[in-house]
């Protein structure tokens, strides 16, 4: 599954994962490029039960450089519960970097 398929990235042309990880409002503990896609963010979050949303794609999405997810509607899902980063077994937070995607969406409009 992928967060999207528009293919104008012309906005959002640097590597996502370093834009993210060098965001002043990411955690300097936050390190994406650990996970191990195990899906245990997936399997305990509310919204991922309720919506389309999906933490360990949108990780996926980021390690892959798919910066169509900035543009993603499914970004306003999560609930910002930190389940993610409270069951994920390298203490990463698909919450945090949703919310930086956030940002990057808002800057860029």
């Not at 999405?61 to 389940?83: G, S």
């Given at each position: 599954?992928?967060?999207?398929?528009?293919?104008?990235?012309?906005?959002?042309?640097?590597?996502l994962?370093k834009?993210?990880?060098?965001s002043?409002?990411a955690?300097?503990?936050?390190?994406?490029?650990?996970c191990?896609?195990?899906?245990?963010?997936t399997?305990?979050?509310?919204?991922a039960?309720?919506?389309?949303y999906n933490?360990?794609?949108?990780?996926?999405?980021?390690?892959?450089?798919?910066?169509?997810?900035?543009?993603d509607?499914?970004?306003?899902?999560?609930?910002?519960?930190?389940?993610?980063?409270?069951?994920?077994?390298?203490?990463?937070?698909?919450?945090?970097?949703n919310?930086?995607?956030?940002?990057?969406?808002?800057i860029?409009k």
């Amino acid at each position: 599954m992928s967060y999207g398929n528009d293919k104008d990235n012309d906005k959002y042309s640097i590597n996502l994962s370093k834009k993210i990880l060098n965001s002043i409002e990411a955690p300097k503990d936050l390190d994406l490029l650990k996970c191990i896609q195990c899906g245990m963010c997936t399997s305990l979050c509310p919204a991922a039960a309720h919506t389309d949303y999906n933490p360990r794609d949108l990780i996926a999405d980021i390690l892959n450089n798919n910066e169509i997810i900035i543009k993603d509607e499914k970004i306003w899902n999560c609930f910002y519960c930190y389940t993610c980063q409270s069951v994920c077994p390298v203490k990463n937070s698909a919450c945090l970097a949703n919310q930086v995607i956030r940002q990057l969406l808002l800057i860029n409009k």
